[in-house]
């Protein structure tokens, strides 16, 4: 404790012990004077009592703490039902329980759970955009499937490529990847739009057949069916060439296959 502090406290003192009335704090205060201080040992301290500081051992019902003097040994609390005790336990010789250790083993479990959820929804589950390649020789709309158009563009550009649908050749063109200093007048292309060009009734139509000539199956002009085609070429009356996606084409047409990869 400082001193100073302490000849203000010391000061104060007859005003916090009371046994004055309001009129009789001015007559009756006199200044204390301390001209030394006691040395207290360890354990004790500094009280003021009977009008003189001296040294005195705190003593009360309260809880007593072990000194925990040696080396590498921590201050621990535990607490068994109705009682609990203070003791020095060195470091790392505390042994959770088996309940504790399986609470902790779920709580992680959860949290890593929890992280892959997060990380799922983040990210999505989106399959990335294919790039345009290029055209493979005209065929009409009987190519024979999706797989079939597939494997027409894997022997035309490699691993990997298949028939391209409306939205890559869309990121296609936005990237770049589709050269605009030239025109393409058709190309087969994936999309269903569940859409009846024709209006006749099939029940293809209804199945998202209809704009993909019954998922590339059909060479018929007629039964409802059209194919998807697209093309790049300037609006009438414009000079900048855009994609256009025509989703009538009968699907008789020769058309080559637009792949991407």
Do not use: H
């Given at each position: 404790?400082?001193?100073?502090?302490?000849?203000?406290?010391?000061?104060?003192?007859?005003?916090?012990?009371?046994?004055?009335?309001?009129?009789?704090?001015?007559?009756?205060?006199?200044?204390?004077?301390?001209?030394?201080?006691?040395?207290?040992?360890?354990?004790?301290?500094?009280?003021?009592?009977?009008?003189?500081?001296?040294?005195?051992?705190?003593?009360?019902?309260?809880?007593s703490l072990p000194d925990c003097k040696t080396p590498g040994q921590l201050l621990t609390y535990t607490n068994s039902g109705e009682l609990s005790s203070y003791s020095c336990t060195d470091k790392g010789n505390l042994q959770l329980s088996a309940t504790d250790q399986m609470t902790i083993t779920n709580l992680q479990t959860q949290i890593t759970l929890i992280g892959t959820t997060l990380t799922a929804v983040g990210t999505g589950t989106r399959v990335a955009a294919r790039t345009y390649r290029g055209l493979t020789t005209p065929t009409n709309?009987?190519?024979?499937?999706?797989?079939?158009?597939?494997?027409?563009?894997?022997?035309?550009?490699?691993?990997?490529?298949?028939?391209?649908?409306?939205?890559?050749?869309?990121?296609?063109?936005?990237?770049?990847?589709?050269?605009?200093?030239?025109?393409?007048?058709?190309?087969?292309?994936?999309?269903?739009?569940?859409?009846?060009?024709?209006?006749?009734?099939?029940?293809?139509?209804?199945?998202?057949?209809?704009?993909?000539?019954?998922?590339?199956?059909?060479?018929?002009?007629?039964?409802?069916?059209?194919?998807?085609?697209?093309?790049?070429?300037?609006?009438?009356?414009?000079?900048?060439?855009?994609?256009?996606?025509?989703?009538?084409?009968?699907?008789?047409?020769?058309?080559?296959?637009?792949?991407?990869?």
């Amino acid at each position: 404790m400082r001193k100073t502090k302490l000849l203000y406290s010391l000061a104060l003192a007859p005003l916090l012990l009371g046994g004055y009335s309001d009129t009789e704090i001015g007559q009756n205060v006199d200044p204390l004077t301390v001209t030394t201080l006691p040395k207290c040992a360890d354990g004790q301290f500094l009280v003021y009592r009977n009008g003189a500081v001296t040294c005195e051992t705190v003593t009360g019902s309260g809880t007593s703490l072990p000194d925990c003097k040696t080396p590498g040994q921590l201050l621990t609390y535990t607490n068994s039902g109705e009682l609990s005790s203070y003791s020095c336990t060195d470091k790392g010789n505390l042994q959770l329980s088996a309940t504790d250790q399986m609470t902790i083993t779920n709580l992680q479990t959860q949290i890593t759970l929890i992280g892959t959820t997060l990380t799922a929804v983040g990210t999505g589950t989106r399959v990335a955009a294919r790039t345009y390649r290029g055209l493979t020789t005209p065929t009409n709309g009987a190519i024979g499937g999706i797989k079939a158009a597939a494997n027409a563009c894997v022997a035309a550009f490699g691993t990997g490529a298949a028939m391209c649908d409306v939205y890559s050749m869309y990121i296609s063109v936005a990237a770049g990847k589709v050269p605009l200093n030239a025109d393409i007048a058709g190309a087969w292309v994936y999309q269903a739009e569940w859409t009846n060009p024709f209006g006749t009734a099939s029940v293809d139509v209804t199945a998202g057949l209809g704009d993909n000539c019954a998922g590339y199956t059909s060479g018929l002009a007629a039964g409802g069916l059209a194919g998807t085609r697209f093309s790049l070429m300037a609006p009438t009356g414009d000079t900048v060439r855009v994609p256009k996606f025509y989703s009538n084409t009968t699907c008789d047409t020769q058309l080559p296959i637009a792949c991407c990869q």
